[in-house]
T-cell receptor, first 110, second 116 residues
Framework: GEDVEQSLFLSVREGDSSVINCTYTDSSSTYLYWYKQEPGAGLQLLTYIFSNMDMKQDQRLTVLLNKKDKHLSLRIADTQTGDSAIYFCAESPQYGKLTFGQGTILTVHP | GAVVSQHPSWVICKSGTSVKIECRSLDFQATTMFWYRQFPKQSLMLMATSNEGSKATYEQGVEKDKFLINHASLTLSTLTVTSAHPEDSSFYIC????????????FGAGTRLSVL
């Protein structure tokens, strides 16, 4: 079945860049997503990328996709303390069911 | 942006009672809504997929008689936890897929259920 893996923790200093990595196994993945979850809250869609794209940039966020290696990354430039949260990578074959990674806890130190 | 409202945000109930959680898409129509369960410090586990006007599709291991799902309109789905027990205590999150942009799921803020 589908599997999505993420590293569990990332700690960075305020102002540095953060890179969160994700690998997936389903070669039929059509869409790949990054969601952010703050404590006690639901998930906020940060960005998504279609599988025929290599990169997508949106303000401080850059998503890189290596389809050959089934590797997805999220880079947050100029990381702020407000970026501290859990970041989930997810994939979907087309419409519907999302398969999530375990989530990466990002901690930003002043 | 698209908003999904989930209500209540927190509920405490006695063992044996039933609890209903509502999920509404406020500014878009959602033919499909999803219900997830999240345990502390864990990822989201899909419980069921709900399509407007039809029966929900449950994931393996999820008891459909325990977790009743109704998707009565294009903007509302409800999850009822029947005869709740302490092991049902969890964080329940719904999402709604835009009828037009079907690949995008927007999430509610979640409901924390505590069963005493």
């Amino acid at each position: 079945g589908e599997d999505v893996e993420q590293s569990l923790f990332l700690s960075v200093r305020e102002g540095d860049s953060s890179v969160i990595n994700c690998t997936y196994t389903d070669s039929s993945s059509t869409y790949l997503y990054w969601y952010k979850q703050e404590p006690g809250a639901g998930l906020q869609l940060l960005t998504y990328i279609f599988s025929n794209m290599d990169m997508k940039q949106d303000q401080r966020l850059t998503v890189l996709l290596n389809k050959k290696d089934k590797h997805l990354s999220l880079r947050i430039a100029d990381t702020q303390t407000g970026d501290s949260a859990i970041y989930f990578c997810a994939e979907s074959p087309q419409y519907g069911k999302l398969t999530f990674g375990q989530g990466t806890i990002l901690t930003v130190h002043p | 942006g698209a908003v999904v409202s989930q209500h209540p945000s927190w509920v405490i109930c006695k063992s044996g009672t039933s609890v209903k959680i509502e999920c509404r898409s406020l500014d878009f129509q959602a033919t499909t809504m999803f219900w997830y369960r999240q345990f502390p410090k864990q990822s989201l586990m899909l419980m069921a997929t709900s399509n407007e006007g039809s029966k929900a599709t449950y994931e393996q291991g999820v008891e459909k008689d325990k977790f009743l799902i109704n998707h009565a309109s294009l903007t509302l789905s409800t999850l009822t936890v029947t005869s709740a027990h302490p092991e049902d205590s969890s964080f329940y999150i719904c999402s709604a897929a835009d009828r037009v942009a079907k690949n995008i799921q927007y999430f509610g803020a979640g409901t924390r259920l505590s069963v005493l």
